[in-house]
């Protein structure tokens, strides 16, 4: 069955990096486009960042445009996020999901997730 | 930016149906689909494309959309129901939007 597995969280300083990752198994990697989602503490789901199959096409919310880069590696059936110049309201749990159906317009499969915690 | 509203809680007693809202300008003309999500875990998808449920899914969990509102629906409830609940749309000018999220209750 499909699994998706997040690491790479932890608390980090204000303006400083980290980059997550997400160890994929149970599908054909390669076929399939992913996203990053997020989830503050007690708020609700953020959609951030999307990438191709091929890991020729990005997209990326506003509030992370030209801090966040995402990449993929489909040798090591694996996704990753990298985040700098963080900020405090990055501090979310991020989740790596499956994009799914006809216009890859849904989320078919989610990981557990990852804490990232931005705080001096 | 699109924005999809619902109402933070919805209340319950059990063997009761639940109704949860997700409003959106238009949202009638877009596929909704909504997630439950208990508290530790990953969100599963518990109806997409407005109204079709994935294999696992009981038949107890509909949808439907229409005009300005979607509506999640969960006959005879159970309290293993109990979950936050989010609806999802993808627009074009906003990519994947949530909703803010339903807590549902069975008193």
């Known amino acids: 069955q499909v699994h998706l597995v997040e690491s790479g969280g932890g608390l980090v300083k204000p303006g400083g990096s980290l980059r997550l990752s997400c160890a994929a198994s149970?599908?054909?990697?390669?076929?399939?486009?992913m996203s990053w989602i997020r989830q503050a503490p007690g708020k609700g789901l953020e959609w951030v960042s999307y990438?191709?199959?091929?890991?020729?096409?990005?997209y990326y919310a506003d509030f992370v445009k030209g801090r966040f880069t995402i990449s993929r590696d489909n040798a090591k059936n694996s996704l990753y996020l990298q985040m700098n110049s963080l900020r405090a309201e990055d501090t979310a749990v991020y989740s790596c999901?499956?994009?799914?159906?006809?216009?890859?317009?849904?989320?078919?499969?989610w990981g557990q997730g990852t804490l990232v915690t931005v705080s001096s | 930016s699109y924005v999809l509203t619902q109402p933070p809680s919805v209340s319950v007693a059990p063997g009761k149906t639940a109704r949860i809202t997700c409003g959106g300008n238009?949202?009638?003309?877009?596929?909704v689909h909504w997630y439950q999500q208990k508290p530790g875990q990953a969100p599963v998808v518990v109806i997409y494309?407005?109204?079709d449920r994935p294999s696992g899914i009981p038949e107890r969990f509909s949808g439907s959309n229409s005009g300005n509102t979607a509506t999640l629906t969960i006959s005879r409830v159970e309290v293993g129901d109990e979950a936050d609940y989010y609806c999802?749309?993808?627009?074009?000018?906003?990519?994947?939007?949530f909703g803010g999220g339903t807590t549902l209750t069975v008193l």
């Open positions: 999802q749309v993808w627009d074009s000018s906003s990519d994947w939007v």
């Open positions: 238009n949202i009638g003309s877009k596929s």
């Open positions: 999901a499956r994009p799914s159906g006809r216009d890859l317009d849904f989320f078919d499969h």
């Open positions: 494309y407005n109204s």
């Open positions: 990438i191709s199959s091929s890991g020729t096409t990005k």
């Open positions: 149970g599908f054909t990697f390669s076929d399939y486009y």
